[in-house]
């Protein structure tokens, strides 16, 4: 599928838009281009959502922490941006069913002081998400909120407050941006890197020189309209049209740990509202494990970052405050750290305050920007980057913008009851089944299909992870390189980097087939597998 891809982007024709980067926003600016009718190119240098867009703390949320700071502030735009992104929340739970829950979680109070206070503040949030509420927020005792969190400290406990959030698969749902893209007629490419911007006689762009990572081929990609949706790199691709560009990015580093399912009950997370230096923590159950994050620290950007040791001692001391269990370095099954870019508008007066909002600029020569915001209001950010790109560029045929109800790929025909089905027909374990259906939605019977031309056996004995992911991985969703498959096509490197290094024999061995890999291939595909997995602690 990808040499396809390549094809059709080396043939010489003019893009309406070309998209560089293909996390969250780039992939949802693709398809909200294709639904409108615009020719539309992606490329990214890595593979989709390689960087921050699958390093989250997998939650589609509005940010309580926001609209805390909206009241204390009275910042209406802080205000408005927690409401947008409840409606957006709302809106990503309908249109990925199968790659998205509903989550209740708990905020423990060990004063009463603190009871009106968050206890107002949660109903706030409910009331702010409108129609696309949830769930409702509500004070719950202390005995319930031990019966839900069991290994919460009881000691000092006065009551709790139960309240809903979303919570996600983000690197598969990226994919189905990509897949969904596709479907609707747009290209997109993973390793596929721009080295230079083009312009058009008059100086505006006209697209871009790209080359191809895997092969070092280069070409030019020509188009109306170039949209900058790298992320913590978008100065970078700024600064490539012009060097003195100034900045619009702080980013911070994020960091999250694993750690069995027994730090975290089945169906509800935690919400610890206020660390001593002031963040937000969570912990919250995941893929079968539990997921603690995140830490905010300032960073530099580079391409693949790692957890630090004093970040996850950070992580591992909370755990072990709130809980009556103990916790070490050694119940670390896998951690991660992401770039989180923070931005402001080098127009506006003051940029002392740093927010997960968006901003969207354009360069004279009509680069488009976008940079900032986060999963949860990626829909709604690709809408206003495509709308400032059509009337930068007079795209003026684009339809109006249709994915607010469009329903992603795996989404169309998806049964949430489905494993059954899927455990019956195909022999599988009930597990296997379940994540299937979860994972891949009505394309679940596709990958189920494979087992049995004997690609049925498990890639660890503990995990649900199939063989045949692997090939599936390979023949429809683009994945060329041994990391693609093992970090973001399954998730099984971060919830357990050992079983990850025991399945990654396997799976270079089926994609070693799959693709024709010879000898020197293997071998510097599995180099830089170790070097991913190494970074995953």
């Known amino acids: 599928m990808r040499e396809q891809t390549l094809e059709k982007l080396q043939s010489g024709d003019t893009f309406d838009l070309l998209v560089i980067g293909g996390g969250a926003t780039g992939c949802g600016i693709a398809l909200d281009a294709a639904t409108r009718g615009l020719k539309t190119a992606l490329i990214e240098r890595y593979d989709f959502a390689e960087g921050t867009s699958s390093r989250s703390t997998k939650l589609v949320h509005g940010g309580v922490r926001y609209l805390e700071a909206a009241i204390k502030r009275l910042d209406k735009a802080q205000y408005n941006l927690v409401r947008e992104a409840l409606h957006e929340r ?29 206890f107002i503040g949660l109903k706030l949030y409910d009331l702010l998400s409108g ?34 959030d979303g919570q996600f698969t983000d690197a598969r749902m990226a994919l189905s ?35 191809d990572s895997l092969t070092g081929r280069q ?39 694993v750690l ?63 809980f009556n269990m103990d916790a070490s370095e050694k119940d670390v099954l ?42 949860t209001t990626y829909r709604l950010m690709s809408e206003q980057a495509i709308d400032r790109a059509i009337a930068t560029a007079r795209l003026t045929h684009a339809r109006p913008c249709r994915t607010h109800d469009m329903p992603l790929w795996g989404a169309d ?5 489905g494993d059954a089905a899927l455990a019956r027909d195909f022999a599988l374990d009930a597990d296997v089944a379940d994540h299937l ?65 025991h399945a990654a024999p396997r799976i270079l061995a089926i994609m070693a087939s799959e693709l024709g890999w010879d000898s020197a291939r293997r071998a510097s595909e599995k180099a830089l597998l170790d070097q991913r997995l190494a970074e995953a602690l």
């Open 177 to 211: 941006l990509v897949m969904t893209a596709q479907r609707e007629g747009a290209l997109l490419a993973n390793h596929v890197e721009a080295t230079t911007l083009l312009h058009a006689p008059d100086g505006r762009i006209a697209g871009a020189t790209v080359k």
């Open 413 to 417: 025909k998806y049964d949430p009851l």
């Open 260 to 322: 069995d399912k027994r730090f975290v009950p089945p169906k509800t997370g935690l919400l610890i509202p206020r660390t001593d230096d002031g963040r937000v923590l969570f912990i919250l159950p995941w893929q079968g494990h539990a997921l603690i994050g995140t830490t905010d620290e300032e960073a530099k950007i580079t391409d693949h970052p790692r957890p630090s040791p004093a970040d996850i001692a950070y992580l591992l001391d909370y755990v072990r405050r709130y």
């Open 90 to 118: 709302g809106a990503l739970l309908r249109n990925a069913p199968h790659l998205s829950n509903r989550l209740p979680l708990v905020t423990p109070l060990y004063s009463w002081l603190q009871v009106p206070y968050v």
């Open 131 to 164: 129609r696309m509420n949830i769930g409702h927020s509500r004070l719950i005792s202390r005995k319930e909120a031990l019966r839900r969190f069991p290994m919460l400290k009881a000691d000092g406990l006065k009551a709790g407050v139960i309240y809903y």
């Open 437 to 501: 259906n979860h994972a891949y939605g009505d394309q679940a019977p596709v990958v189920a299909a494979l087992t049995t031309g004997g690609w049925a056996t498990r890639l660890h004995p503990a995990h649900p992870f199939l063989e045949a992911e692997v090939v599936y991985a390979v023949r429809r969703e683009q994945a060329i390189r041994a990391a693609d498959v093992l970090i973001r096509r399954m998730t099984l490197a971060l919830v357990d980097r050992q079983a990850a290094i």
């Open 219 to 257: 070409w030019d990609i020509h188009a109306r309209a170039v949209i900058n949706a790298t992320g913590p790199f978008a100065d970078g691709v700024r600064r490539m049209e012009d060097p003195s560009a100034p900045p619009i990015l702080k980013v911070s580093s994020g960091i999250h740990i």
């Open 334 to 375: 896998s951690a991660w750290a992401g770039i989180r870019p923070l931005v402001f508008d080098p127009k506006a007066g003051d940029t002392s305050r740093l927010a997960r909002d968006h901003v969207i600029i354009e360069s004279n020569s009509g680069l488009v920007t976008i940079a900032g915001g986060k999963w």
